[in-house]
């Protein structure tokens, strides 16, 4: 199956060479249009823009556009790949905002090794974007330089292999929790893998409710404690900050160790079946909960994981019940912030965002379904207008909307792109019908 999705893959990246193109808003009538849309026509837009530059928001489309940004040092499965053949990658993320959040992603792969040059050339395109995505960028220099970023900038920056995935993390582990009827302070949880994901999903489980002694985390060399293996903040100061308020008890010893009466497993390590062993799930507490979200493969099969005694089962995958997918949450989130001209993400803004992906399956929640599916539009929608909202609570918003205006704003942005991929899909098929 995985052979021929990627054989097909190849021939229609070839054919269609890519898959975003720059379109058209205004309408061109002829050749004189041009007289209000460039010269001399736009001068009147750019003088009132010199005079306040927030007006740039009311005469451009910066309040519709991000950059997706990476340097191609961690794509997906594929490692340090580099900034060239990354770009196949961030013009999927491109096409996946368009389509679920209605959001026009700009790709943008940097060729340099350096944070600093990173952080630089990203802190100069602010004049062009609503919001910047991070994407698929090593750690630990993912951490620094997303922290410098949102510190820096007056416009959201976010990376969603941090913050996306922490956030529908999260929603599943609040599902997970009310089909199980366990408290968020009284649920033992074990990370395994200790990377940009989990180091995010930590500080959000703590943020929402989740009590940090009660947390252990593993990395490829076994169980964290306060001594071991992470000896100062210089070394990887995220990873250190951690096993300094986890692992209550200190275990240690045997991976099982950690395992043993864990409510909650979340692995984000290793794309190797068979990591997570039967036995550790067998160790868990009554009902255990197992994420098993590497990428392609994940860490232990869920068959495997369901008939060692886990309750619940989630992956990253689409071919299996549960798939914990990023894609659930930025295009909803984004669409929210640039609708209110946002100035920063907030972790407050990712847990209630959380809570409405969380609920909106309440209607056909089980075991096997935690989460809602990318089908399910309205769910965008919804996660847009919560994460509006907070940011207006915050004090983060550049415009002031009534919920009415803001609902009808967020539909009429979603609708638009819906209806254009439905007129060019229409077109495309009429097209290769002919062919």
């Known amino acids: 199956m995985n052979h021929k999705i990627n054989k097909e893959s190849l021939e229609l990246h070839k054919k269609f060479k890519g898959k975003i193109q720059l379109a058209s808003k205004v309408p061109i009538r002829n050749v004189m249009d041009f007289a209000y849309w460039y010269s001399p026509g736009v001068a009147e837009p750019c003088n009132l823009i010199h005079k306040n530059p927030q007006t740039v928001y009311d005469f451009t489309n910066k309040e519709n556009t991000i950059a997706i940004i990476s340097d191609g040092s961690r794509v997906l499965g594929l490692g340090n790949i580099g900034p060239e053949a990354a770009l196949p990658v961030m013009e999927g993320k491109s096409l996946i905002f368009k389509y679920l959040g209605g959001v026009d992603a700009v790709p943008i792969c940097l060729k340099t090794k350096s944070s600093e040059h990173f952080i630089d050339v990203v802190q100069s395109l602010e004049p062009n974007f609503g919001g910047i995505n991070l994407e698929d960028i090593a750690q630990p220099g993912c951490f620094s330089i997303l922290d410098k970023l949102r510190n820096s900038m007056n416009i959201p920056v976010w990376h969603d292999d941090q913050q996306g995935t922490a956030l529908v993390v999260l929603a599943g582990v609040i599902n997970s929790l009310r089909l199980v009827n366990k408290k968020p302070k009284n649920v033992k949880v074990v990370l395994q893998g200790v990377g940009s994901a989990n180091v995010n999903i930590a500080r959000m489980l703590i943020f929402y409710g989740i009590q940090s002694e009660n947390i252990i985390l593993i990395d490829s060399h076994g169980i964290i404690t306060k001594t071991n293996r992470v000896s100062s903040q210089n070394e990887y100061k995220q990873k250190w900050e951690l096993s300094q308020i986890t692992n209550g008890d200190q275990i240690s010893g045997n991976i099982i160790e950690a395992y043993k009466g864990a409510d909650l497993v979340i692995a984000l390590s290793a794309p190797k079946p068979g990591l997570i062993k039967k036995d550790y799930i067998k160790a868990m507490n009554s009902k255990p909960i197992v994420f098993a979200c590497a990428n392609p493969l994940p860490e232990i099969w869920p068959d495997d994981a369901k008939e060692a005694g886990a309750f619940i089962v989630g992956t990253g995958r689409s071919d299996f019940p549960n798939q914990v997918n990023n894609s659930l949450g930025f295009p909803g989130l984004f669409r929210g912030v640039l609708d209110v001209r946002a100035s920063r993400i907030t972790d407050n803004m990712c847990i209630k965002v959380a809570h409405a992906i969380a609920d909106y399956a309440l209607n ?49 942005n979603l609708e638009e792109s819906r209806m254009f991929f439905e007129l060019y899909n229409k077109k495309l098929n009429q097209e290769m019908n002919k062919s």
């Open 364 to 412: 056909d929640l089980d075991s096997n379904h935690i989460l809602p599916s990318m089908s399910e539009f309205e769910l965008f929608e919804k996660e847009a207008l919560v994460a509006a909202k907070t940011a207006i609570e915050e004090g983060l918003n550049r415009i002031n909307l009534s919920e009415e205006a803001l609902y009808k704003k967020i539909h009429k």
